[in-house]
């Protein structure tokens, strides 16, 4: 059997996997203040369902067991009437027109990203974030969409679409054509958002350069600013250009569940090498029908029920228990004299390291130091070196421990008995 050569040009393991062995390493070697680690790294989420999902677990789970109820294969682009909550609370509630078959339910949008390069010819030219979510990267590595990795860890094929402080972690339209681009707002890891007439920059050069922007919205639910796009398809052009990938995982608490999906519009279209024009939402909808038997009954009752007003009334609480997490580890890092963007429309604080200080150098004196777990910004691409990322996934007891910790700690000297942002000390 012959392996496929591509998964040996990934240039180092996958982020999180380091991020879990040097944790795993320290607090072998330092037991006594292992039991002190608050992981504020990867962006897990660490509070219950919803009440409303979790009775429709129950309930789904209850038909299965009779006679007269139990269901076996379901279509394996998701029951009619989930898809239907999905388009009708996303979008057409919105004044988005989205129809219930553009709708195809998953387990994911890290999945969805990934296997929607299976429909994806070769030699295609493509655009992703720098600093970016690593899944666009090395799942096109893995499917032979770039060269080998250059000593800074860039891969040839793969156009970089830089985002720094200066244009707010938001890249501009390059000059250059390019086939396909990955978009992902808010961004993870930087917590930006795109404005709507950036978006509408974005999706008028698609549509001249006949590129398919591919745009991860999985963090929407946590937008407040009421000015900016939910979804590329409120740029009523995007259904020439985009697909849209959604996920249940951080809105709905579905990371040990797993649901997403993604939206294909009916009027998007490839191209063949002879100049036909195909819609992708046939391959897609072939893709899922060939490759999956769908997502499991129990789960999509779980996705319909967060539609429901009890259902959205607890997403809406969970999203503003993780924001004002979030509210407090920024405003601790920035009394400690660090340099922030996110926080305000995302999970996430993006953070400058001191200047001269290698992000996985910080990371590991965080460690040492504080037991605080950080996710080091060269994990995610040449531009987000010199910078690291705080997840305000964590319990709101957890998040006021770490924000004591981290508002304690410099890069010289760590500072002992000062007065935190929350009120209390911490040595």
């Known amino acids: 059997m012959f392996i496929n050569e591509h998964f040996l040009k990934l240039s180092a393991g996958y982020l999180f996997p380091e991020i879990a062995r040097r944790v795993s390493v320290f607090a072998q070697e330092n037991p006594a203040l292992a039991p002190r680690i608050i992981r504020c790294g990867i962006g897990d989420v660490t509070e219950p369902l919803p009440p409303a999902a979790i009775a429709a677990l129950h309930a789904a789970v209850d038909e299965l067991g009779t006679r007269e109820r139990f269901r076996g294969y379901g279509p394996a ?49 493509i655009g992703v974030p720098d600093p970016v979510y690593p899944v666009y990267v090395d799942t096109n590595v893995m499917a032979g969409n770039t060269g080998a990795a250059d000593d800074r860890g860039a891969y040839a094929g793969l156009v970089p679409l830089v985002g720094t402080p200066a244009n707010g972690f938001v890249a501009e339209p390059p000059a250059e054509p390019l086939d396909l681009v990955y978009l992902c707002f808010p961004n993870n890891p930087t917590g930006a958002v795109i404005s709507r007439e950036a978006l509408e920059r974005w999706v008028a050069w698609a549509n001249r350069h006949r590129a398919v922007i591919l745009y991860d919205a999985a963090y929407e639910a946590f937008i407040r600013d009421g000015k900016a796009p939910r979804s590329i398809f409120e740029i009523p052009e995007a259904r020439r250009c985009a697909v849209e990938f959604r996920s249940f995982s951080k809105n709905g608490g579905f990371t040990g569940l797993r649901a997403g999906c993604t939206v294909v519009p009916r009027s998007l279209e490839g191209r063949t090498r002879d100049g036909r024009t195909v819609p992708l939402h046939g391959l897609w909808n072939r893709r899922w029908s060939t490759c999956s038997n769908g997502v499991s009954y129990p789960v999509q009752r779980a996705v319909e029920a967060l539609y429901s007003p009890q259902g959205k009334r607890e997403v809406a609480a969970l999203i503003e228990h993780y924001m004002g997490n979030a509210a407090i580890l920024r405003r601790a890092l920035e009394g400690a004299g660090f340099r922030t963007w996110g926080g305000i429309d995302a999970p996430y604080v993006w953070v400058a390291c001191p200047e001269g200080v290698p992000s996985w150098d910080l990371f590991d004196r965080l460690l040492r130091e504080t037991q605080v777990v950080v996710t080091p910004g060269a994990g995610f691409g040449r531009h987000g070196e010199g910078f690291f990322r705080v997840s305000a996934f964590n319990s709101r007891s957890n998040a006021e421990e770490a924000a004591t910790r981290l508002a304690t700690f410099v890069v010289g000297t760590p500072r002992t008995s000062r007065r935190s942002p929350l009120g209390s000390t911490s040595a």
Not at 92 to 110: C, P, T, Y
């Open 77 to 125: 682009t998701g029951y009619d009437e989930v898809r239907r909550a999905i388009a009708e609370g996303d979008y057409r509630s919105r004044g988005v027109e989205i129809a219930d078959d553009e709708i195809f339910l998953s387990d994911g949008s890290k999945p969805d990203a990934s296997a929607f390069l299976e429909i994806v010819g070769a030699g295609n030219r």
